[in-house]
């Protein structure tokens, strides 16, 4: 039996609804504020590496099944919005860096879902996915800025740069918009593989100027 329109909508919104929920099964009962360093620490890993590995697959599904290669195709014109010249020098920078690139994500993620609803649907599950690593990037922004907090207390980095093709996501144009999401994936896998980097620098106290 084909759905109408309404019944389409409101499935894709009880999707959306059942992925946050499962979201929360994974969130631990106690407070961030209110962790050890080292739960802090294990609990950011954790969304780090998970938010990585969902925006992985993002990714794939993208490249090799909706666009046929054709991210990977453009891969060389993709200069992301958060790319930066960031010196590391000690711990507290490296916490910097993460809550700079996750405050940076805030709105392209906010974003993202509705995009994804319109222009890829629910396709393979990508719809979860959106709302996932959104969740997680938040995740990782609000253990990042606690365990910086007791490191360096009094000291917030805020970066938020201006992403001037996120409006190509909306564009009714199918190859424009594919490309936009191309390089937002692209882009949003490079910076959580980053963090996953800094984080595990963090843990071992080896400094990195590049991951």
């Not at 609803?117 to 253990?143: I, P, S």
């Amino acid at each position: 039996m084909q759905l109408s329109l309404t019944q389409a909508s409101t499935w894709k919104c009880t999707l959306l609804l059942m992925s946050c929920i499962i979201l929360w099964v994974y969130v631990t009962a106690t407070p961030h504020d209110q962790m050890s360093n080292e739960e802090l620490y294990d609990n950011l890993f954790y969304w780090s590496h998970r938010t990585l590995g969902v925006a992985r697959k993002m990714y794939k599904i993208l490249d090799s099944t909706l666009t046929e290669r054709m991210c990977f195709k453009n891969k060389n014109n993709n200069t992301c919005q958060t790319t930066s010249n960031y010196t590391i020098t000690n711990n507290e920078d490296l916490l910097k860096f993460i809550i700079n690139v996750s405050n940076a994500w805030i709105y392209p993620l906010k974003i993202l879902a509705p995009a994804v609803l319109t222009h890829l649907d629910a396709y393979d599950g990508m719809l979860g996915r959106a709302v996932e690593v959104n969740y997680g990037n938040k995740q990782v922004l609000k253990g990042a800025k606690i365990l910086l907090s007791r490191i360096q207390p009094g000291i917030e980095e805020n970066y938020y740069p201006n992403w001037i093709d996120l409006k190509e996501l909306r564009s009714s144009n199918e190859r424009t918009h594919l490309l936009a999401f191309c390089k937002l994936f692209y882009c949003l896998r490079k910076d959580t593989k980053k963090i996953v980097c800094y984080l595990r620098a963090l843990r071992h106290g080896v400094i990195k100027n590049k991951c």
